[in-house]
C-alpha cells in the first residue's frame, strides 16, 4: 500500500489506517527488532468513539505491518466505555502495556490504570481484567494516562492527573515488578502558569505525560499535554530541570510544538539511546466533512527529541526519513528585493530545506490555487517566524489562523519544511523548534513556490526540494480492521501480567 491516495488531503509519508478515527500515539516501545506504534482507534467511524489501540509496527520506521488491533473494550469489564490512552515496555519476551480504562459510570474524569500482556510480539494480548492501580487519590478531579518505564532495577509510571487544589499534576508511581504499584506524590504540579507570551498556559490537568530521563549532564523534561475543561486552548508544553528524591524541579514551562495542530505526542527510548516522539495532528476542518470522506487525524512524523545542556528541547525528523526523498525538484539561490520570485513546482508531498536571511518582512509562499497560498514567513521585527494559512483554502470549513514560533534575528535562518497534502510541519532546524499545521487547498493546480518581500525588504535565499515517497504499508489482513478475538480480548484473565 505505498501509491498515492485518490483523497486530495490524506497523507503519505505519515502514519494512519486506511479508515476511520485516530487519535493520541499509545505505547510507542522498540520491542523484538520492531518500532511498535499504537494509536487511539475507532474501527467503526471518523468520529472519537469506541475507543480501541490499533497497531502497526516497522523495522525501519520506512516500511510498516499493521497487526491486528490490540486492545478492545470489555463489555461489562473495567474499560467497557473505551481502551484509553498509556504506554507499553518490553519485558524480556512480554510485550506488557498500561493504559487507561474508560467506564462513564465510574467518572467521566477519572481512567484508572490497567494492563494487558502480549507474549507473540504483539498480535494478541491477554487483558488483566483488572485494575492494576484501582484507586485514584481522593484529591484528584481528573485521573489519566499511565507512562511506565525501567529505572534500573525498579520500575516507575507517571499518570496524568487535576488536583483539587487547581494544578494540574504527573504522579508519581513505583513497583518492583510491574504488578504492585506504590504511590510516591506529585512528581511535579503547579498552578497555571503562563507559557511565554504565547497566551496559552499549563493548563487545568495534565494529560499524556512523558518523561525523557537526564543523561550525559543535560536535564531531563517532562512532556505534558496541557488540558483545559474550562479555561483556554489546549497546547503541548515542556519542563526541563532535574529529579531530586522522586520531585522533579524544573523552570519554567516551553512549547513543545508551536502550531494548533500537534497534541498528546509520546515518547519511544530507541536504540542507541535514542529518543524519538510521535504527536497526534487532529483534523483542522469540520467533522462534517472529515466524516464525509471516512477518516480523521494522522500522526506527526517521528521526531527525534533531544534535551540541550541549557534546557531546550531540540527536534528534527527521524534521520531514517531522509530515505523518503525521491526526485530532487527544486533548486534555487539568489535575492528578493521589492519583488517576487518563482522559484519552482513542487508536488502535494515534498521535503524542503531552506537557508533565508532577511532584513524586514520575506517569506515563502506555496500557491495551491488562484487564490489559495499558505505563507511561511520571517517577521525580523518581531523576532517570528510565521506560519499564515489564513489563505490556504476558500472552503469555509478549513481552520483559519497564524501561528507563530520565535525566531533569531540578525543571522540566516535554516528551516526544513515537510508538506505532505494536507499537513505541513515546519523545522526550525536553527533552534530545533517545530511548528504543525493542517491546511486543505481546493484548487487542482499544479504547487508553486515563491520568495516574497515586503518594499522595503531584501531576502536571501537558498531553496531545495524533493518529491516526497509514500511510506511503505502492507495490505492489512483481514483480521486488523475489526476487533481481533473477540472472546480473547473481552475474558478476564485471573492473573497479572
Known sequence: MSTAPCDPYRPVAHLRPPRNWINDPNGLVFH???YHVFHQYNPYGATHANMHWGHFRSPDLLSWEPLPIALTPAPGGVDADGCFS???????????????????????????VTTAVSHDGGRTFTPHGGLVVPDWPEDCTMYRDPYVWRDGDRWRMLVGAALADGRGAALLYESADLETWHLRGPFDARRQEPVGTTGLHTGE??????????RAGRPGALVFSAWNDHDGDRCVTALTGEEHDGVFEAG???????????????LLRAPGDRWLLWGWSPEARDEDWAVADGWAGVLTLPREITVAADGTLHQRPAAELLALRGEHTLHAEGSAHRKTVQLGRVARAFDLTARLEATGAASLRLLTGPDEYLDIRLDTAAGELVVDRD??????????????MPCPTGQPVDLRVVVDHSIAEVFLTTTGQVLTVRFYPTGDRPWRLEARTAPDSRLNYTVDAWHLLPLTVKEPSADTDLPHRQVLMTEPSPSSP
Open 86 to 112: 498509556g504506554n507499553a515496555v518490553s519485558d524480556g519476551d512480554r510485550l506488557v502495556v498500561f493504559y487507561s480504562a474508560n467506564r462513564r459510570d465510574r467518572s467521566p474524569q477519572h481512567q484508572p
Open 391 to 404: 489563505h490556504a483554502s476558500s472552503d469555509d470549513r478549513a481552520h483559519r489562523g497564524s501561528p507563530r
Open 32 to 34: 523484538d527488532g520492531h
Open 205 to 214: 490537568g495534565w494529560e499524556c505525560p512523558q518523561y525523557l530521563p537526564p
Open 252 to 266: 519554567p514551562p516551553a512549547l513543545v510544538d508551536h502550531g494548533p495542530d500537534c497534541y498528546a505526542p509520546a
